[in-house]
């Protein structure tokens, strides 16, 4: 009885300890949630012919390589890339050496954690063209992916620089149509749609 005493007093004991060894791994794993909850830009907008009225929207075509992932190019700073459209990468991350060649300035984020791909860095892209949509001082959230890159390149996979993730495609409605191989961001309601100097910023 004594010995079923002790681990019935334990036990509770051990859960709390499994809880906070579990806080401590998603702390360093998905240390950007800290971070980051939308997108942080200056201003947004829809340009050109990508104005279509009403609920403006920007249609992004798509290419699908042999690993069955979703590719687009966007433009950082005048500069084009490619990017993968990646729903399970929160945020959106730039590859660290990809920037440094563009001339954006990217430094390590204060903080004592890593993320599980490695050490989180951070710059401001002071444009970024997703399609027909253009934002303005936008911060960016940077990993090395040389490793990822370099694997890609062996497998003669489609270079990329970005991983397009969840914040991006669920602040701006996004709507992939895999038949059609398009991607389609709405700017929200309420945002003004065409004037970049006037165009909302993100809450």
């Not at 687009?72 to 993968?84: C, Q, S």
């Not at 440094?100 to 710059?123: F, K, M, S, W």
């Not at 911060?139 to 991006?168: I, M, Q, Y």
Request: aromatic residues 8%.
């Amino acid at each position: 009885m004594t010995g079923t005493s002790n681990r019935v007093r334990q036990t509770p004991r051990r859960f709390l300890a499994l809880i906070l060894a579990a806080s401590a791994l998603l702390g360093q794993g998905c240390v950007w949630y800290r971070f980051v909850s939308v997108p942080a830009y200056r201003s947004v907008s829809i340009t050109g012919s990508a104005a279509t009225g009403g609920p403006q929207a920007t249609v992004i075509g798509l290419t699908q390589a042999a690993d069955m992932k979703l590719y687009l190019d966007l433009v950082i700073n005048g500069r084009p890339v490619r990017g993968v459209v990646d729903t399970g990468a929160y945020p959106t991350f730039f590859d660290k050496g990809a920037l440094e060649e563009i001339g954006v300035r990217v430094d390590r984020t204060r903080t004592p954690a890593e993320t599980n791909g490695g050490v989180l860095y951070t710059g401001v892209l002071s444009s970024l063209k997703i399609g027909g949509m253009e934002f303005k001082d936008f911060t960016c959230w940077s990993l090395d992916l040389s490793k990822e890159r370099s694997l890609h390149a062996r497998n003669g996979l489609p270079d990329f620089a970005v991983l397009l993730g969840a914040d991006v495609l669920t602040r701006f409605r996004a709507r992939i149509d895999v038949g059609k191989r398009e991607l389609v961001l709405t700017l929200p309601e309420g945002m003004l749609r065409s004037d970049p100097a006037k165009a909302a910023t993100s809450p």
